[in-house]
């Protein structure tokens, strides 16, 4: 589901969206009827924008989280140094990307929400950290917790920043998504964070990602 107040920009990311065999935009809203019908339309995936003049993203996305069943849900923004996408983090949104992200990246994206996995738009990751230099930590202590980390647990905190879900991460280094899950619990656990972002965020900030970040990764 698409919620954005333009509707040019809901129709363009429909008709993007729609192209892909394995994903159906079930609904578009603006904020003030978002709540309603994602209620109405229980869609996997939202893709939020944060401002809107009516009901804006960050009360529309303290509704959904508030749902027994609630979707995930991505920031939609305009601005790579949205003060606003470090409470929406907060706040239970799995990510963010800007408006202008390249429409062959789209489906890519939604998939990955739709997996469990972390989107963020490189551009605006980077300049939330530098705008927000505690965003990710907000005390050098926080980043030292990195250290408490176990060879496979950096290993798989980098692939949750890259974006990628448990059963992919499984994938990758060939452990089972139970197993992935478990290390995962662990890393949130010994970092302190709350969320898959808040950890990809914390890091981005250690240095562990090296810099060398695609749009495609969800990062």
Not at 54 to 83: H, I, K, N, S, Y
Not at 93 to 108: I, R, S, V, W, Y
Not at 119 to 124: D, F, G, H, L, N
Request: net charge negative.
């Amino acid at each position: 589901m698409v919620v954005d107040d333009e509707a040019l920009v809901r129709s363009g990311f429909e008709l993007i969206l729609n192209t892909s065999d394995d994903i159906q935009v079930v609904a578009t809203a603006d904020g003030a009827h978002a709540a309603e019908v994602i209620r109405r339309e229980a869609p996997d995936v939202v893709l939020l924008d944060i401002r809107m003049p009516d009901v804006d993203g960050l009360t529309v996305l303290r509704q959904v989280r508030a749902l027994p069943e609630a979707p995930v849900v991505a920031m939609l923004t305009t601005f790579d140094t949205d003060e606003y996408i470090l409470t929406a983090l907060r706040s239970g949104a799995a990510g963010f990307l800007l408006k202008d992200t390249e429409p062959e990246q789209l489906a890519h994206l939604v998939r990955t929400l739709a997996a469990g996995g972390v989107v963020m738009s490189p551009k605006a990751s980077r300049a939330l950290l530098r705008s927000h230099p505690g965003a990710g930590a907000p005390q050098d202590a926080d980043v030292a917790r990195v250290a408490l980390l176990s060879d496979r647990e950096r290993d798989v905190l980098v692939l949750v920043a890259e974006g990628l879900s448990n059963a992919d991460i499984g994938i990758r280094i060939h452990l089972s998504a139970g197993t992935v899950k478990d290390h995962v619990s662990s890393i949130l656990t010994k970092l302190r964070v709350a969320s898959r972002v808040q950890a990809a965020l914390l890091a981005e900030r250690a240095g562990l990602l090296g810099g060398n970040t695609e749009q495609g990764t969800g990062w």
